[in-house]
C-alpha cells in the first residue's frame, strides 16, 4: 500500500511549470547608445548565420556580467516584399536571434523579440542599404 506522503513529491513534479515572466518593455530602446549589437540578415532569410556570432557573444557577455539586464531584439526588414510580408520577416529575424542566445543559455525571459516596421522608425528607413537586420539592445540595469 502506498501512503500519500510518499505520492506528494510525484505529484509535485507532474504539475506544469509556471515561468515568472519578467516585465520590461521595448518602448524607446531605439535610443540607447551602449550595448547595441547588430545581427545582418541576407535578403528574403531569417535565417542566423555565422556572421552573426560576434555580436551574438558580446549580446550574451553583457547579459551575463548582469543578470538584472534584459535585452530587446528588434527585427528589422527593408521593402522585401509587400508591408506585412516585412513586417512578418522582421519578427521571424527577432525570434531566430532570440532564439540563439537562447540556445547559449541566456533565459528566455530576459528576450522580448519584436519587429520594427521602416514605416515607424526613422532610423529603420533611412539606412542605406535597407536594413536587414536585428538589433540586439541589451537594456540598462534596472
Do not use: K
Request: charged share 25%; aromatic share 4%; net charge positive.
Amino acid at each position: 500500500m502506498i501512503h500519500l506522503a510518499a505520492l506528494l513529491p510525484l505529484l509535485l513534479f507532474a504539475l506544469p511549470a509556471t515561468a515568472q515572466v519578467r516585465p520590461f518593455s521595448c518602448v524607446g530602446a531605439e535610443q540607447v547608445e551602449d550595448d547595441v549589437f547588430s545581427v545582418p540578415f541576407a535578403r528574403g532569410s531569417a535565417r542566423v548565420t555565422d556572421a552573426a556570432r560576434t555580436a551574438l557573444a558580446s549580446a550574451e557577455e553583457a547579459l551575463r556580467a548582469n543578470p538584472d539586464r534584459v535585452a530587446c531584439v528588434l527585427g528589422h526588414s527593408g521593402q522585401e516584399g509587400g508591408a506585412s510580408t516585412s513586417i512578418r520577416l522582421a519578427a521571424e529575424r527577432a525570434r531566430a536571434v532570440a532564439e540563439a542566445l537562447s540556445t547559449r543559455g541566456i533565459e528566455r525571459d530576459r528576450l522580448r523579440a519584436e519587429a520594427r516596421s521602416a514605416q515607424f522608425s526613422p532610423r529603420v528607413r533611412a539606412a542605406e542599404p535597407p536594413a536587414r537586420t536585428v538589433t540586439i539592445v541589451v537594456l540598462p540595469a534596472p
